[in-house]
């Protein structure tokens, strides 16, 4: 006789908690990559900034921070690293692309929605960014827009017109489970006046 | 008939019942509960809404909706081993501005541009040669005044630029420009090739200030700004359109007329990129395009074979201009099989696997590179570089062909994955580096294969001429719209062959002509005497491989007379030689062989730059040719004014890029955006539903256990 349904339900149940398991420990590990890599990467950062010249944030990483990137309303801090792959995007945000646009070089900064970019989804209109590049000099920004675009009809191109900015992508609907699907959330920042709290010209002021 | 005893029936049905009562609901409740997830889900997809109230779907920051639609038409008429092509640029205003028209285009890497006029309101305007700083200012002079120009520029041999000013709203004005173009004969097959989009070119190099480059009135009208290394990126990085185009509704369209006199009996006549209309009248066949207007996101092919029997041996075109008299020799080797010389071979092959390999094209470079490694012998020494903004070697040095060797290969080259940018000279560089440091018996060859998109052509291609020693360069190129001028002019710097892989379907065809090619070459130490004074237009005389003739443009200083040609060489290392009668039948008048021997010419003058000529002598005696000659070179342009003024100087001139299409199969690239979203939300996801059913089979549990003193009793 055919082994009874009862007989299969241990194993079965066994096989499903596995599954669930690996699947569990796979997003846990995803989120710790992270948020431990972040603190990796502030030293390697800091160091930089001593240093002048980059520092690999481990031994054996194939990127290394170039940027400090902050939005202070939402408590938001990252550093930015180099390059956009999938490596680079499990430690941190990554610089994508710097376009020349008309009135200059656009940085474009991508992140993981559901890890470092996820504050975007608070991102408003009028809330004020802060760029820091290695040698300590400090961009400011004021977000000028918030859009969502369709990826498989657009590509990413700077505006033909106005002064340089900067573009923060990342994917969008930000609670999708689903990882590849083609929107993507956009949020585009201008150049603002202000002057960065800490930055030196404001402290020698 | 069967008869089903009751028992058996009886408990079939109860067990049938039972899982009926036991699964059902367990899948209903699965089903609701996906259907409650996937709810929430979409739910969230609505539920955002942006602070300011703006519009959310809204175009982004692109650059404006092009104001000018361009549409191309193709005439070709080919007669024997020349093709007189008039190529017909239509632009029409859509916007209410007036506009200024920016199209960068391809054009064949050999092609003599030699007539252009422009075509507005029924008037017709013939365009001049003139040297390129002064067509330029003609232009601008014109464009700011209000009159109606068009400049044709050459950025790159096969890459060309138009400028059309003052279109006014709703106007169509076009621009029609001739060229000639040599028949390509190889493996006993003619072809032509018509590029019809760009493959972006990777600009190496740090982007130069703004205020230095110069170019910074076209520079919103590229993609690139100029670095060092490429000091002219905005005029060779011309816009796409950011989706791909199809033939049902072209974005750019295109339409094709060939007629085609072989002068020979055809056995075949095929268009493998599109799909045409064929009739036929005598020995002349008309080509037209079977479903209307295309897309021109691939080159278009044309190939006819001729009859067995009626294959080419030897011809002379001649053409008389002004009292001058030009000729071209074509030559066909015997079609020997190859002497097996076991020469052991070193094989480098080097792989390009940049972003805009993408899609279709890495899978042919990876299926042509696994068909060669097939054909390696055990003898031979291989090795593998794979680059995009670096590369990686699969040895530190070139391995013998032995099985194990070949398995890694295999694994490395199904590994390849597209990405990044194109730095294409580090990577040959130490592929020919490493041949001008062995010195060993082997015979060294170096097949690249890519799609050639980069914007410093010139750079590597002085590089190969430079490195080369005894190495030879095969150029393989691969995809809808490969840079053909840069990889043909590598290939005959490294005194090897190029070759095409247009189509997945050619893979295999044309690595069997690769690896005749690499089998060596067939004739050596080739000389053409002949019987009076010539010029020739080309440089010394290239070694030619089994398949592929000789061909010659010269420049007779006397009528052309009685005499004979006398071609010699050594073929497979024996002395052989073949004449040619002038005069005779195997002289055939063409048109348009005056302008091929000034476009060898001028080409010939080119190539003097790699042994060490200056760049102001090569200059003047380019211009010299280009100017008699009225052809388009890279010191003169094309510039075509209209006398009238048509737009009030008060009224606005709007520069526009005429955007180009994708080439077909490749994946969008480049400019794309990239992957934003990790797993860990459809790991969360998936663990959840695996928990709840984990959840589900333990509270079934229960009730289950009461059915088993049931079945224990059975």
New interface residues.
């Given amino acids: 006789m055919m082994p009874?349904?009862?007989a299969l339900?241990r194993p079965?149940?066994v096989l499903?908690?596995l599954?669930?398991?690996w699947?569990?420990w796979?997003?846990v590990w995803?989120?710790t990559k992270?948020a431990l890599a972040q603190y990796l990467l502030v030293r390697a950062w800091d160091s930089a900034q001593r240093e002048g010249e980059a520092q690999k944030p481990w031994p054996w990483a194939d990127t290394w921070p170039v940027a400090r990137l902050q939005l202070p309303t939402l408590d938001a801090d990252y550093r930015v690293l180099a390059g956009?792959?999938?490596q680079a995007?499990?430690f941190g945000p990554?610089l994508?692309?710097v376009?020349?646009?008309?009135g200059?070089?656009w940085a474009v900064i991508?992140?993981?929605?559901?890890?470092h970019?996820g504050f975007l989804?608070s991102v408003?209109?009028g809330m004020a960014l802060w760029l820091e590049d290695m040698a300590g000099s400090v961009r400011a920004f004021q977000v000028a827009?918030?859009?969502?675009?369709?990826?498989?009809?657009?590509?990413?191109?700077?505006?033909?017109?106005g002064p340089a900015g900067l573009?923060l992508?990342?994917?969008y609907?930000?609670?999708?489970?689903?990882?590849?699907?083609p929107l993507?959330y956009?949020v585009?920042a201008m150049p603002s006046p202000a002057v960065h709290p800490l930055a030196r010209g404001s402290m020698d002021g | 008939m069967m008869t089903i005893r009751p028992v058996h029936h009886f408990l079939a049905a109860r067990t049938l019942l039972r899982l009926c009562f036991v699964l059902l609901p367990r899948l209903v409740a699965l089903f609701l509960c996906g259907l409650l997830l996937n709810a929430s889900i979409a739910r969230a997809d609505v539920g955002f809404e942006p602070g300011s109230g703006q519009l959310l779907l809204q175009r982004p920051g692109l650059p404006p909706e092009p104001a000018l639609l361009q549409h191309s038409r193709f005439a070709v008429q080919i007669a024997g081993m020349v093709a007189v092509v008039r190529l017909q640029q239509t632009f029409e205003n859509t916007s209410g501005d007036w506009a200024e028209g920016v199209y960068a285009f391809p054009l064949p890497g050999d092609a003599a541009v030699r007539h252009m006029e422009m075509r507005a309101g029924g008037r017709r305007i013939v365009g001049k040669v003139r040297e390129r700083q002064e067509a330029q200012a003609i232009y601008q002079q014109a464009a700011s005044s209000g009159r109606k120009a068009s400049l044709v520029s050459q950025q790159r041999p096969n890459l060309f630029q138009n400028r059309i000013a003052n279109v006014a709203p709703g106007e169509t004005v076009s621009v029609e420009l001739e060229f000639v173009q040599p028949v390509e004969f190889a493996q006993g097959r003619f072809s032509l090739r018509l590029p019809m989009t760009l493959t972006p070119r990777y600009i190496p190099g740090i982007s130069l200030p703004r205020a230095e480059n110069g170019a910074a009135e076209a520079s919103y009208l590229a993609w690139h700004a100029a670095t060092d290394q490429v000091p002219d990126a905005p005029l060779i990085a011309a816009w796409q359109h950011p989706r791909a185009g199809a033939d049902a509704l072209p974005l750019n369209p295109v339409d094709i007329a060939v007629e085609l006199d072989a002068g020979l009996p055809l056995a075949q006549v095929d268009t493998p990129s599109h799909a045409m209309r064929l009739s036929r009248e005598g020995s002349r066949y008309a080509l037209q395009l079977a479903r209307g207007p295309a897309e021109m996101d691939r080159d278009f092919v044309l190939r006819w074979t001729p009859a067995t029997g009626s294959e080419p041996r030897a011809a002379l075109f001649t053409e008389a201009v002004d009292g001058d008299h030009y000729g071209m020799l074509m030559v066909v080797p015997p079609a020997l099989t190859q002497a097996d010389t076991a020469i052991p071979r070193e094989l480098v092959f080097v792989i390009d696997t940049s972003g805009s390999m993408g899609g279709v094209p890495l899978q042919q470079a990876r299926h042509s590179l696994a068909a060669a490694l097939d054909s390696l012998r055990p003898a031979d020494h291989f090795n593998i570089i794979a680059f995009d903004h670096e590369y990686r070697s699969l040895f530190a040095k070139s391995r013998q062909a032995v099985p194990d060797a070949l398995r890694q290969a295999r694994r490395f080259v199904s590994k390849l994955e597209a990405g990044g940018g194109t730095e294409m000279l580090p990577p040959l560089q130490h592929a020919l580096q490493q041949g001008l440091a062995t010195t060993n018996e082997r015979l060294r060859q170096v097949v690249f294969l890519t799609d050639g998109a980069v914007g410093n052509e010139q750079a590597i291609i002085d590089m190969i001429a430079v490195r080369i020693g005894a190495s030879r360069l095969f150029t393989v190129g691969i995809g809808s719209a490969p840079n053909s001028w840069f990889l043909r002019e590598a290939a005959a710097l490294g005194r090897g062959r190029h070759l095409h892989v247009g189509e997945s379907s050619e893979v295999s065809t044309q690595m069997d002509a690769l690896v005749d090619y690499l089998a060596a070459p067939l004739l050596t130490d080739v000389r053409v005497d002949w019987p009076q004074a010539v010029a020739e237009a080309g440089g010394p005389l290239p070694d030619l491989y089994a398949g592929a003739p000789l061909i010659r443009s010269v420049h007779f200083n006397t009528p052309p007379q009685v005499g004979v040609i006398r071609v010699s060489g050594r073929l497979n290392g024996q002395p052989w030689r073949q004449e040619l009668e002038l005069g005779d039948s195997a002289q055939q008048p063409a048109r348009g062989v005056g302008s091929l021997w000034a476009r060898a010419r001028i080409q010939a003058l080119l190539d003097e730059r790699y042994t060490g000529a200056r760049e102001a002598v090569i200059r003047a005696n380019v211009l010299a040719v280009a100017l008699q000659h009225q052809l388009l070179s890279p010191y003169t342009s094309f510039v075509a004014v209209e006398e009238q003024v048509s737009r009030p100087t008060d009224v606005p001139l709007k520069p526009d890029a005429v955007r180009n299409t994708r080439p077909g199969g490749q994946s969008s690239q480049g400019f794309a955006y990239p992957q934003t979203a990790t797993t860990a939300s459809s790991k969360l996801f998936f663990a959840c539903l695996l928990l709840f059913v984990a959840l589900l089979f333990w509270v079934m549990r229960g009730p289950e256990l009461d059915h088993v003193p049931d079945d224990a009793k059975r």
Avoid at chain 1, 110 to 115: E, I, K, L, P, V
Avoid at chain 1, 145 to 161: C, N
């Fill in positions: 009874s349904v009862n339900r079965a149940l499903v908690l599954l669930a398991g699947q569990l796979g997003a995803i989120h992270a956009t792959s999938g995007l499990a990554g994508h692309e376009f020349d646009g008309a200059g070089r991508a992140g993981h929605r559901d890890t970019f989804q408003q209109p827009s918030v859009r969502v675009v369709d990826s498989r009809v657009e590509t990413l191109q700077p505006p033909s017109a573009l992508v990342t994917c609907p930000f609670n999708d489970w689903r990882p590849n699907g993507r956009v585009e």
